[in-house]
């Protein structure tokens, strides 16, 4: 669902891709010696990219190059070929994102995603959570009264985190929540499959290790905000049509300014410009640079920052999530469950989170009469199945949906595919999620740009971080912010106010952040009767 805002295999390499009309120069083309100068270096050609890169041609700053290490425009927005339809092509589906979330009401405020779907004529389908029927290892099973008490014990839990945020009160764990609204699965597993489809599914984490204020925060904040609804994009061009759209609003055909295949090594940065070197030995000298690579990609040192980023800025990039979402995908040769129900929800004896959703396809609406359908795992599942060859997999789930339909014949699939998130180096994960002990303030710091290297995407929107809209809001943010300090005097005078951050500047930042605890407080009447600097069994 979150990605329903999220690697590929070497197998999945070759890839149908919709292209832009601006071709992109390979970094390979390049003498090694050459090092290019320009205004700002766009790290990343995901929607954060390209939204920073609409955002600065909006603003007269067309002097800027957009540098990515595939060869497509979308980033996690990500398709590939799969099966066949009966004229023998083969669908389109999506590896990453997959769906708009929170489209807007009547009279209220618009989710640009949904603005962008529109004008680009996205094919997509409302998600209906409410058909779905549910199983465990003996087959149909209904345990549809456990949805209603998980929806009331959330309720609770929302309400308290509104008391947190207007009361300035500690933030708790969403386990914490749940369990004080009475909810608590413990080893019931068809419990256990209701709060992962209520929870995991949107943050691929446990409730354990999710905080509860900006989790909570951050799903209202999309789903109230805008509307209740989830739509699923099947669009065979693919889901990042709309971000190829976008770009060729400003990007000529031919544009030598977007540079794909290119991969960054190292950045230098400072108070006077930022050099970016490429693994090729090529390199770009620019005024500003922004990098929009992943929480994961940032977390795992892909890419060498000198000097060190300072160590504000690491312990909050080491501080927040990158979760994993792993689609695997089935076609076969008949549709042998209902094809009039959109899901399909198991709870294995053993295992949390083992192959729990079940998604068709083959329905109104979606790739019909397809014959597909695919599962979802998140977190160390998919950790664990992304690791493990194919043919483990495949037996694996085929043992659960035989489990789930024992009065079927079920025939092995024609087809069969997923990708592998969390070992691909230019993301290392499929979307980040809120931690527990992550403020606020820490997350700014996350956000904040260091001298003239800036940062964007979805992990560094507080509000929609997870989601498409996030990488949206804090592409055009940077954008922005670097526009208005290029503004000269004849420019038109910048704003800086709740809708636009043109001639914002320099992002407030949190060099120290203090606890909640003063040091005269570790004492006796709080539990803490010695000092933990006392040193005599120290050698």
Same mark, same amino acid.
Request: hydrophobic share 35%; aromatic share 14%; glycine share 10%.
């Given at each position: 669902?979150?990605?329903?805002? !999220?690697?590929?295999? *070497?197998?999945?390499?070759?890839?149908?891709?919709?292209?832009?009309?601006?071709?992109?120069?390979?970094?390979?083309?390049?003498?090694?010696?050459?090092?290019?100068?320009?205004?700002?270096?766009?790290?990343?050609?995901?929607?954060?990219?390209?939204?920073?890169?609409?955002?600065?041609?909006?603003?007269?700053?067309?002097?800027?190059?957009?540098?990515?290490?595939?060869?497509?425009?979308?980033?996690?927005?990500?398709?590939?070929?799969?099966?066949?339809?009966?004229?023998?092509?083969?669908?389109?589906?999506?590896?990453?994102?997959?769906?708009?979330?929170?489209?807007?009401?009547?009279?209220?405020?618009?989710?640009?995603?949904?603005?962008?779907?529109?004008?680009?004529?996205?094919?997509?389908?409302?998600?209906?959570?409410?058909?779905?029927?549910?199983?465990?290892?003996?087959?149909?099973?209904?345990?549809?009264?456990?949805?209603?008490?998980?929806?009331?014990?959330?309720?609770?839990?929302?309400?308290?985190?509104?008391?947190?945020?207007?009361?300035?009160?500690?933030?708790?764990?969403?386990?914490?929540?749940?369990?004080?609204?009475?909810?608590?699965?413990?080893?019931?597993?068809?419990?256990?499959?209701?709060?992962?489809?209520?929870?995991?599914?949107?943050?691929?984490?446990?409730?354990?290790?999710?905080?509860?204020?900006?989790?909570?925060?951050?799903? +209202?904040?999309?789903?109230?905000?805008?509307?209740?609804?989830?739509?699923?994009?099947?669009?065979?061009?693919? %889901?990042?049509?709309?971000?190829?759209?976008?770009?060729?609003?400003?990007?000529?055909?031919?544009?030598?300014?977007?540079?794909?295949?290119?991969?960054?090594?190292?950045?230098?940065?400072?108070?006077?410009?930022?050099?970016?070197? /490429?693994?090729?030995?090529?390199?770009?000298?620019?005024? !500003?640079?922004?990098?929009?690579?992943?929480?994961?990609?940032?977390?795992?040192?892909?890419?060498? /920052?000198?000097?060190?980023?300072?160590?504000?800025?690491?312990?909050?990039?080491?501080?927040?999530?990158?979760?994993?979402?792993?689609?695997?995908?089935?076609?076969?040769?008949?549709?042998?469950?209902?094809?009039?129900?959109?899901?399909?929800?198991?709870?294995?004896?053993?295992?949390?989170?083992?192959?729990?959703?079940?998604?068709?396809?083959?329905?109104?609406? %979606? !790739?019909?009469?397809? +014959?597909?359908? %695919?599962?979802?795992?998140?977190?160390?599942?998919?950790?664990?199945?992304?690791?493990?060859?194919?043919?483990?997999?495949? *037996?694996?789930?085929?043992?659960?949906?035989?489990?789930?339909?024992?009065?079927?014949?079920?025939?092995?699939?024609?087809? /069969?595919?997923?990708?592998?998130?969390?070992?691909?180096?230019?993301?290392?994960?499929?979307?980040?999620?809120?931690?527990?002990?992550?403020?606020?303030?820490? !997350?700014?710091?996350?956000?904040?740009?260091?001298?003239?290297?800036?940062?964007?995407?979805?992990?560094?929107?507080?509000?929609?971080?997870?989601?498409?809209?996030?990488?949206?809001?804090?592409?055009?943010?940077?954008?922005?912010?670097?526009?208005?300090?290029?503004?000269?005097?004849?420019?038109?005078?910048?704003?800086?106010? +709740?809708?636009?951050?043109?001639?914002?500047?320099?992002?407030?930042?949190?060099?120290?952040?203090?606890?909640?605890?003063?040091?005269?407080?570790?004492?006796?009447?709080?539990?803490?009767?010695?000092?933990? /600097?006392?040193?005599?069994?120290?050698?």
């Amino acid at each position: 669902m979150g990605f329903s805002i !999220h690697r590929l295999a *070497a197998a999945l390499c070759a890839l149908s891709f919709h292209q832009a009309t601006a071709s992109p120069i390979s970094g390979h083309d390049r003498p090694a010696e050459e090092c290019q100068k320009t205004t700002v270096a766009i790290l990343g050609a995901g929607v954060a990219g390209i939204t920073a890169a609409h955002a600065l041609a909006d603003a007269s700053v067309t002097d800027f190059l957009i540098i990515d290490r595939n060869d497509y425009i979308g980033g996690r927005v990500r398709h590939t070929e799969f099966g066949k339809k009966p004229d023998g092509t083969p669908y389109t589906v999506e590896l990453g994102a997959n769906w708009v979330q929170g489209l807007g009401s009547e009279g209220g405020p618009e989710n640009p995603i949904w603005t962008l779907a529109k004008k680009y004529g996205i094919n997509n389908t409302y998600s209906n959570y409410t058909s779905i029927l549910t199983y465990d290892e003996g087959g149909p099973a209904d345990f549809g009264s456990l949805f209603e008490e998980m929806e009331e014990a959330y309720t609770v839990a929302e309400q308290e985190a509104g008391y947190i945020l207007t009361e300035n009160l500690q933030d708790s764990s969403m386990r914490a929540a749940y369990s004080l609204a009475g909810w608590k699965p413990k080893k019931d597993m068809r419990a256990q499959a209701v709060e992962w489809w209520y929870w995991d599914w949107e943050t691929a984490y446990p409730p354990e290790q999710s905080g509860q204020l900006y989790g909570i925060a951050g799903y +209202n904040l999309t789903f109230y905000q805008w509307s209740d609804e989830n739509n699923f994009v099947w669009d065979q061009r693919g %889901f990042n049509a709309f971000i190829i759209g976008e770009a060729n609003e400003f990007l000529e055909e031919d544009d030598p300014r977007l540079m794909l295949n290119t991969m960054v090594k190292s950045i230098a940065y400072g108070p006077e410009g930022v050099t970016v070197r /490429f693994d090729d030995g090529g390199c770009v000298e620019a005024e !500003h640079a922004i990098t929009t690579f992943s929480i994961g990609v940032l977390q795992n040192d892909v890419v060498e /920052f000198k000097p060190r980023l300072p160590r504000w800025k690491r312990q909050a990039i080491e501080q927040f999530q990158m979760g994993t979402y792993t689609k695997v995908f089935f076609q076969f040769n008949e549709t042998f469950w209902d094809p009039e129900v959109q899901y399909f929800l198991y709870a294995d004896s053993n295992f949390r989170g083992y192959y729990p959703v079940w998604q068709s396809l083959t329905g109104p609406g %979606f !790739h019909e009469g397809s +014959n597909i359908i %695919f599962a979802t795992v998140v977190g160390p599942q998919s950790y664990r199945i992304e690791e493990q060859p194919d043919n483990v997999t495949k *037996a694996e789930c085929m043992e659960v949906l035989r489990a789930m339909f024992p009065d079927k014949d079920i025939p092995d699939p024609i087809d /069969f595919m997923y990708p592998r998130w969390s070992t691909e180096e230019w993301a290392f994960g499929s979307y980040s999620n809120w931690p527990v002990g992550m403020t606020l303030e820490m !997350h700014q710091n996350l956000r904040s740009n260091v001298d003239r290297l800036w940062f964007a995407g979805e992990g560094t929107s507080a509000q929609y971080y997870g989601f498409l809209q996030g990488a949206y809001y804090e592409g055009r943010d940077v954008g922005q912010r670097i526009a208005g300090l290029l503004a000269d005097s004849t420019s038109p005078e910048p704003q800086c106010n +709740n809708q636009t951050t043109l001639g914002c500047g320099d992002m407030k930042k949190y060099r120290v952040l203090q606890g909640t605890t003063e040091i005269d407080e570790y004492n006796v009447e709080n539990g803490w009767p010695t000092s933990s /600097f006392l040193d005599f069994g120290y050698e």
